[in-house]
């Protein structure tokens, strides 16, 4: 009887294994597929190998080519990518040399440095970071580069350049222009030896400064304060305002700065200052001429009297601009108007 039941448990936790990984490999994940410069993404089931894995992404295999991980191997639910290394048999020519070279997943700068040829002063006709083709074939020119210094991102260097323009030239040495930044010649220029090429990072900001604004001052006159003299009526006080500017920042630091808008937060008291215009009356007694002696036997000649101010009275403006006239009294019963 126990033999049975040990049996029968037995069964069962096969029977649960089995379901587990079946409801294991039944899980769906996301897979990149890496051919080249071509990704292809794809949905794959866990637990299923990586060649079921490249037919649904409709991607054959030649009989030399791999694969990372192996064709065989199973898709585990971490696995993210699967690389396939094409297998290509090239030849690299150097001059009058030539080597046959076979390579899986490799690349033509791979090619060149397994080939041996000492190719120091020499570049091939394609591009080092291309991916080998099966049957290519690689050829080792005399480099007709040209030194050029390039300064970026506060970095000078000096770079060897076989690119024909500023703009390939900036391409080559992947350098990415944003919106405003500027580079010191001109991108259809072509690329000479010993040129000098700047590309200045340039970002622009919008700033917002408060600022004073000055008072004024106004002159006013009075005829209660005597004239030459001078009071401060009303204090001046400094207003403020803000003010906006555009700031252009080249490679992180400020270029200059243009005001594009300003308001007024605080309006300035105006200064006023007083004048005194006031004129004290003036007066004088006119001295007694002495008489001639009684005793002269010749009547007296009458002496002229001397003219001179006995009062003013003053006439003010009334529009309170501080101007007038004054008019003067004299001895003799005249009288005169003087401005002010």
Same mark, same amino acid.
């Given at each position: 009887?126990?033999?049975?039941?040990?049996?029968?448990?037995?069964?069962?936790?096969?029977?649960?294994?089995?379901?587990?990984?079946?409801?294991?490999?039944?899980?769906?994940?996301?897979?990149?597929?890496?051919?080249?410069?071509?990704?292809?993404?794809?949905?794959?089931?866990?637990?299923?190998?990586?060649?079921?894995?490249?037919?649904?992404? +409709?991607?054959?295999?030649? +009989?030399?080519?791999?694969?990372?991980?192996?064709?065989?191997? /199973?898709?585990?639910?971490?696995?993210?990518?699967?690389?396939?290394?094409? !297998?290509?048999?090239?030849?690299?020519?150097? #001059?009058?040399? $030539?080597?046959?070279?076979?390579?899986?997943?490799?690349?033509?700068?791979?090619?060149?440095?397994?080939?041996?040829?000492?190719?120091? #002063?020499?570049?091939?006709?394609?591009? =080092?970071?291309?991916?080998?083709?099966?049957?290519?074939?690689?050829?080792?020119?005399?480099?007709?580069?040209?030194?050029?210094?390039?300064?970026?991102?506060?970095?000078?260097?000096?770079?060897?350049?076989?690119?024909?323009? *500023? =703009?390939?030239?900036?391409? &080559?040495?992947?350098?990415?222009?944003?919106?405003?930044?500027?580079?010191?010649?001109?991108? &259809?220029?072509?690329?000479?030896?010993?040129?000098?090429?700047?590309?200045?990072?340039?970002?622009?900001?919008?700033? &917002?400064?408060?600022?004073? *604004? +000055?008072?004024?001052?106004?002159?006013?006159?009075?005829?209660?304060?005597?004239?030459?003299?001078?009071? *401060?009526?009303?204090? #001046?006080?400094?207003?403020? /305002?803000?003010?906006? !500017?555009?700031?252009?920042?080249?490679?992180? $630091?400020?270029?200059?700065?243009?005001?594009?808008?300003? $308001?007024?937060?605080? &309006?300035?008291?105006?200064?006023?200052?007083?004048?005194?215009?006031?004129?004290?009356?003036?007066?004088?007694?006119?001295?007694?001429?002495?008489?001639?002696?009684?005793?002269? %036997?010749?009547?007296?000649?009458? %002496?002229?009297?001397?003219?001179? +101010?006995?009062?003013?009275?003053?006439?003010?403006?009334?529009?309170?601009? #501080?101007?007038? !006239?004054?008019?003067?009294? !004299?001895?003799?019963?005249?009288?005169?108007?003087?401005?002010?």
């Amino acid at each position: 009887m126990k033999k049975l039941i040990t049996a029968a448990l037995a069964v069962l936790v096969a029977l649960s294994m089995a379901i587990s990984l079946a409801a294991c490999s039944g899980k769906a994940i996301k897979v990149t597929v890496n051919d080249k410069e071509t990704k292809t993404e794809i949905e794959v089931n866990v637990g299923s190998t990586v060649e079921d894995a490249l037919k649904k992404a +409709e991607i054959k295999l030649g +009989e030399k080519d791999e694969t990372e991980p192996a064709k065989d191997a /199973k898709i585990a639910e971490d696995t993210k990518e699967i690389t396939v290394k094409r !297998y290509a048999k090239v030849t690299v020519v150097l #001059g009058e040399e $030539k080597r046959e070279i076979e390579l899986t997943g490799g690349k033509v700068s791979d090619a060149i440095a397994k080939s041996g040829l000492k190719t120091d #002063g020499y570049e091939p006709d394609v591009d =080092k970071d291309k991916y080998l083709e099966d049957g290519m074939t690689i050829t080792m020119k005399k480099s007709s580069k040209i030194k050029v210094t390039l300064t970026v991102d506060g970095k000078t260097t000096e770079v060897t350049t076989s690119a024909a323009t *500023v =703009k390939d030239f900036l391409s &080559e040495q992947k350098i990415k222009l944003g919106e405003n930044d500027e580079v010191s010649e001109k991108q &259809e220029a072509s690329i000479k030896d010993g040129m000098k090429i700047v590309v200045k990072r340039v970002e622009y900001k919008t700033e &917002e400064k408060t600022e004073k *604004v +000055e008072f004024e001052t106004e002159d006013k006159y009075s005829d209660t304060l005597e004239e030459g003299k001078e009071e *401060v009526t009303q204090e #001046g006080k400094d207003g403020e /305002k803000t003010v906006t !500017y555009k700031v252009k920042y080249v490679d992180g $630091k400020e270029d200059s700065r243009e005001k594009t808008a300003e $308001k007024v937060t605080k &309006e300035p008291v105006k200064e006023i200052i007083t004048h005194g215009t006031k004129v004290e009356q003036q007066s004088s007694q006119q001295e007694q001429q002495p008489q001639q002696s009684q005793q002269s %036997q010749q009547p007296a000649e009458p %002496q002229p009297t001397e003219k001179y +101010e006995t009062g003013r009275d003053n006439y003010p403006d009334c529009d309170g601009s #501080g101007h007038g !006239y004054y008019e003067i009294h !004299y001895s003799d019963g005249t009288s005169s108007i003087l401005e002010y």
